[in-house]
């Protein structure tokens, strides 16, 4: 049940040897890659983007990477500063991966806590609170805080909720579409209704399968820690021998989805009660699901608006035309006038997304685009010449009179 665990250098893909230089190269690459400004919505960028700017935080930095490298991990503050942190206290920043170390040999009292909440700092909320990652990670922390005890009653406390970003193709979200998706999730656990009590009698913990204690890997050392959920016992009294005292298990469930018509990039939509189950019978969280739209070779999406490039012969555009267009409805003509411009653009209305919000559609914006007739052959080339010397007109006369 350890946090994820980042290895600096393998967040930043550079070997142990890098040198800073190098560190530098591949940080720059990795925070372009995943900048949250490049992938709206996207919570896995995100989480990457952060890990990155951590790994760098340290790696770029002489001392902190000497220290990293000795011990597995670095803290702001060294051993000796990191004291207990009341609520909301100066705890290292979120992300740190204390996870490897054995924080007993500094703190004699372990898991004997002294009550009330653990610092601020420690916590993960959202998607790195799936199952899985809230055993280690967060104890370790409450343990290194004087948090909760091991024999301790913890609170019924509200399920977390669940991020997941779906990718979707262009035409799936503007038509909508039902979706079954996979998602792994704490749920109430059936033995106990959630009440994570068994009524009598002892289970094993479910947490060192009663050895009272685990160990964790940091680089190549390896750490004993006492087990923070029993405190060493191996045994939880009165505890569910299912979920092991917590009221929930983790299960993979098929959810279904329903995307409605008009989704955009980064549209958020939300499951509720589909997040992870609360301790103790308190309410469960809510499924965000962001949907991530794939971008279509010919229709360009604003909003609800779609907006195309159409080619337009050199007659058309000065003579006036009715041209076909597709739209993503079919075939739609569209009048050009007389006299067109370049990159002029012209709107066929409610001909863009239906937005199942408002109820209305978007329109369709089409941008001119004059093309010069292909001139091969002799007869085109004639006409051509005869049409320049029907225009001795300067075409630039208007730039010269700009500079
Ligand atoms: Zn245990
Ligand atoms: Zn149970």
Redesign the pocket.
Known sequence: MAAPKHDYYETLGVDRKASADDIRKAYRKLARKHHPDLNPGDKSSEERFKNVQEAYDVLSDSKKRQMYDQYGFYSESGFTGAGPGGPGGQGPRPGMDFSGFDFSDFFSGGAAGTGGAAGGGGRRTGAGEGPGAGGGFRDIFSQFFGGRG?AEEQPPEKGSDLEYVMDIDFWQAIRGMQARLNITRYDICETCHGSGSSGAGEA???????????SQMAGAMRFNLT??????????RNACPTCGGEGRVPRTETVEVRIPPGARNGSRLRVAGKGNAGTMGAPPGDLYITTKVEEHPFFHREGDNIEIKAPVAVWEAALGSKIEVPTIDGRALLKIPPGAKNGQRFRLREKGVMNSRTGQRGDQIVEVVIEAPEAHDEETRELLKKLAKLHPEDPRASVWTQV
């Open positions: 091991a094993t913990c479910p947490e060192c399968k009663g050895s009272g204690h685990v087990c923070p959920r029993c405190g060493g016992a191996g045994k939880l």
